[in-house]
């Protein structure tokens, strides 16, 4: 991975861990527990830049949507297209090509859109009542010349985003099939300031990088959020303490409550499918090894046994198992194991560092972090034929979270010295990146449904 600060981690690890030689072993191995170097003050709101487009892409046209509410302070129309294009499935036509700007359907000359090679068309228009307003949208098939979407969305005028978002949800599951992810949200760790001044930030964001809002600042370190699976809680690794310790703060409260605080490492938690566990690795009997925390009763059962260092535990779907990294075979590596026991299995071998790995939503693709001729890089397996493949580009890929609906993966990476935020359509072929002007973000998780 990226260069380590190695005099950071072995502070704290030698705090919580006697034997000097594990410290080193974790500070080369367990390296989505260690990602955080000092970096200049981060700037909440991220922009998206595409980086790699995609070819295969359906040309869409998002017509700008007529302002009968007046002045707003979004443009409706132009967050939908940039989600669109976002998703890697869509290539928006750019307003400066468009002969003209329909509000409806029957304004629509399709043989002007058909010349353009646009296959679909979006229309609509705004307006105020009772201090709302009112969002009127139309999908079009510009080719059958028929209407195959039309609906009328009320919100605030705080909410034109969400509401932005929410139409994006119903024009891409229209078109592909798949329910549309735009209005999820992801959660990200900004590091601001320099050395023993360095704070750190836990953010919630919409899904692209907009409307961020900080949840909690602290002067150490803070790792690992991960979403229950209602998006109401946080689960979340935070130092404040001068050693790791288990959090869960609910979002809409600021309620936080200590699940773990044992001897050692408490580390990477992920909750259960069904929201009435944790997995996490712990070092409470020497090794890191992977345990399930029950949350109501805080009883703890431990899953791996063995004399190697286990870590990033990730539910199967089905909540019947659990893939992690252990490096048992020489180096990291990704293997899977039931719950309640038995023999793990080994499920990557391609490469000799494979990591940090997370299951699709239907449980048949790996995604993790490979270590190949490009460096680090977010990479998928095929889990009934093993073939594994790099589908990002980016420089020292880390920390891969997908998209509640499979079709894309967030990750940390670096512009320079800085650590920014990327994301790749799970088939490769588009890649964006979502900068922090300023600053260091680490650390994405990507939100479940919200509704």
Do not use: C
């Amino acid at each position: 991975m990226r260069a380590l600060n190695a005099s950071w981690w072995t502070r704290r690890v030698s705090k919580t861990v006697a034997n000097t030689s594990l410290a080193k072993r974790l500070l080369a191995v367990v390296a989505g527990m260690l990602v955080w170097l000092a970096g200049p003050a981060a700037q909440a709101d991220l922009t998206i830049d595409i980086t790699r487009g995609n070819e295969r892409a359906t040309p869409i046209a998002v017509v700008p949507f007529a302002d009968q509410a007046g002045g707003l302070p979004e443009d409706i129309a132009q967050v939908v297209s940039d989600d669109l294009e976002r998703s890697g499935y869509f290539e928006p036509l750019p307003r400066s090509e468009m002969f003209n700007q329909p509000s409806t359907s029957e304004e629509v000359t399709y043989g002007d859109w058909r010349s353009l090679d646009s296959r679909y068309l979006v229309v609509g228009s705004t307006s105020q009542e009772g201090g709302q307003v009112k969002v009127r949208f139309e999908l079009l098939d510009v080719s059958g010349e028929t209407r195959l979407l039309g609906e009328t969305v009320t919100a605030s005028s705080s909410d034109l985003r969400g509401a932005a978002h929410y139409i994006s949800d119903q024009i891409f599951e229209e078109i592909t099939g798949i329910r549309g992810a735009f209005s999820t949200r992801i959660a990200y760790v900004t590091s601001q300031g320099v050395g023993d001044n360095t704070q750190y930030g836990l953010y919630v964001a919409d899904a692209d990088g907009r409307n961020s809002q900080q949840v909690l600042t602290s002067d150490e370190p803070i790792m690992s959020p991960a979403w229950s699976p209602d998006g109401g809680k946080l689960a979340y690794v935070s130092f404040e303490t001068e050693r790791p310790a288990i959090y869960v703060q609910n979002l809409a409260t600021g309620q936080r409550v200590k699940l773990t605080d044992f001897e050692g490492l408490n580390s990477a938690p992920s909750w259960s499918p069904d929201g009435r566990r944790l997995a996490m690795a712990l070092s409470r009997d020497g090794q890191p090894e992977i345990y399930v925390m029950d949350i109501g009763s805080r009883n703890v059962q431990r899953v791996t046994n063995s004399s190697s260092i286990e870590t990033e535990p990730a539910w199967a779907p089905d909540g019947r198992s659990l893939i992690f990294t252990s490096d048992r075979s020489g180096g990291p590596q990704i293997y899977r194991q039931s719950v309640s026991g038995g023999e793990a299995e080994r499920l990557t071998y391609t490469g000799n560092y494979n990591a940090r790995g997370r299951l699709s939503p239907d449980g048949e693709t790996l995604f993790l972090i490979h270590r190949g001729n490009n460096g680090y890089q977010v990479a998928k397996q095929d889990l009934e034929s093993g073939r594994l493949v790099e589908i990002s580009d980016a420089q020292q890929a880390e920390s891969p979270s997908i998209a509640p609906n499979g079709t894309m993966v967030i990750f940390a990476t670096q512009q320079g010295s800085t650590g920014v935020l990327g994301a790749v359509t799970a088939d490769g072929r588009a890649q964006f990146r979502l900068p922090a002007a300023q600053g260091d973000v680490r650390e994405p998780a990507w939100s479940p449904f919200l509704n």
